[in-house]
Nanobody
Framework: QVQLVESGGGLVQSGGSLRLSCAAS????????MGWYRQPPGKQRELVAQ???????TYADSVKGRFTIARDNAKNTVYLQMNNLKPEDTAVYYC????????WGQGTQVTVSS
C-alpha cells in the first residue's frame, strides 16, 4: 500500500520560512504530477502548488512568488519551500498526486502567527 508521509511543519512568525517534505513509498511519484495541498481551519482543501514529472511547476495565486515546489524522484520525495509566510497560510498541508489520488497522509500543521 502506497503511503504519503508529510513533515516539516511548525509554528513560525509572519515573514518566516519553513520547508515541508513528503516521502512516499516506492512508485508513488514516478510519472505522476505531484501537488501540495492545504486545508485551513473550517475550509476546503485546496491545491497550492504542483509539479509535473519533468519538473515544471505551477502555483496558486495566493502563494506565487513565495512558495517553491521541488521533487526528487530518486528519493521519492516532494518538497515545498515556503518563504514570507503569512497568517493566512495557516493550515494542515498535504501532498498527493494531482490526478489518480492516493490515500491522504496525516498532513503537517503549519501555523503562522502575526
Amino acid at each position: 500500500q502506497v503511503q504519503l508521509v508529510e513533515s516539516g511543519g511548525g509554528l513560525v512568525q509572519s515573514g518566516g520560512s519553513l520547508r515541508l517534505s513528503c516521502a512516499a513509498s516506492r512508485g508513488a511519484f514516478t510519472g505522476f504530477d505531484m501537488g501540495w495541498y492545504r486545508q485551513p481551519p473550517g475550509k476546503q482543501r485546496e491545491l497550492v502548488a504542483q509539479i509535473d514529472s519533468g519538473g515544471s511547476a505551477t502555483y496558486a495565486d495566493s502563494v506565487k512568488g513565495r512558495f517553491t515546489i521541488a521533487r526528487d524522484n530518486a528519493k521519492n520525495t516532494v518538497y515545498l519551500q515556503m518563504n514570507n509566510l503569512k497568517p493566512e497560510d495557516t493550515a494542515v498541508y498535504y501532498c498527493n498526486r494531482v490526478r489518480f489520488l492516493l490515500s491522504w497522509g496525516q498532513g503537517t500543521q503549519v501555523t503562522v502567527s502575526s
